[in-house]
């Protein structure tokens, strides 16, 4: 081989290295490229992921927190209507109490009304009897009262008859013998008994 091919083959591989070794820089380049793009790429899901996790749990804790809400809104809610019937149900129970005391009420009230009803009658009948009672007391009073003065009466006239008598009878005596038995004449004269007469007449 001549010196000038030699140095055409150095020359030719020379040229062969430093294309390579451009062509290796150049894949070099490319790969740090890539490498740099997978990282980033990489960090970038890796980023995403996080976030996206990190949203994800957001999302389920504001989920499981309205989950909650909504169940106790409706546990809330249960218990409103719950109370509500409650109170419904003792506002009718206490209505009903207060009509059953207000119908006690009116029922006594009528009671007490037909009580004192009954009463005033029976006091105005007792006023009546006695009324009736002194005016029939006072007729009896009124007629012992006459009947005694007509006693009296008779018996006073029975006296004068008694003494018209006696004297009647002394003057006989007297005529006859000049005295006058005026217990002889009392004795023997049908009026000597004016007591008995008195008790005849009132009993009559």
Do not use: Y
């Not at 006296?159 to 004795?187: F, I, Q, V």
């Amino acid at each position: 081989m001549t010196k000038r091919s030699f140095e055409q083959v150095v020359t030719a591989r020379e040229e062969a290295c430093s294309r390579l070794q451009e062509d290796l820089i150049q894949q070099k380049t490319l790969l740090e490229i890539d490498i740099h793009a997978h990282a980033e790429n990489e960090l970038k899901t890796a980023v995403r992921d996080f976030v996206n996790k990190v949203e994800l749990s957001s999302k389920q804790a504001l989920f499981q927190q309205t989950l909650e809400d909504f169940t106790w809104s409706n546990i809330l809610s249960q218990a409103q209507r719950d109370c509500t019937t409650q109170l419904r149900q003792h506002q009718q129970e206490t209505e009903a109490l207060v009509a059953v005391k207000q119908q006690l009420l009116t029922d006594q009230l009528q009671h007490v009304r037909s009580q004192l009803s009954a009463g005033e009658q029976q006091l105005q009948d007792q006023l009546c009897i006695s009324t009736h009672l002194e005016a029939f007391r006072r007729l009896v009073t009124a007629r012992s009262g006459v009947q005694d003065w007509l006693a009296d009466r008779a018996v006073r006239r029975q006296l004068g008859a008694r003494e018209l008598a006696d004297a009647e009878c002394a003057r006989s005596w007297k005529l006859a013998s000049g005295s006058a038995p005026r217990a002889a004449c009392s004795a023997s004269s049908p009026l000597a008994r004016p007591a008995t007469l008195r008790r005849n007449n009132v009993g009559n």
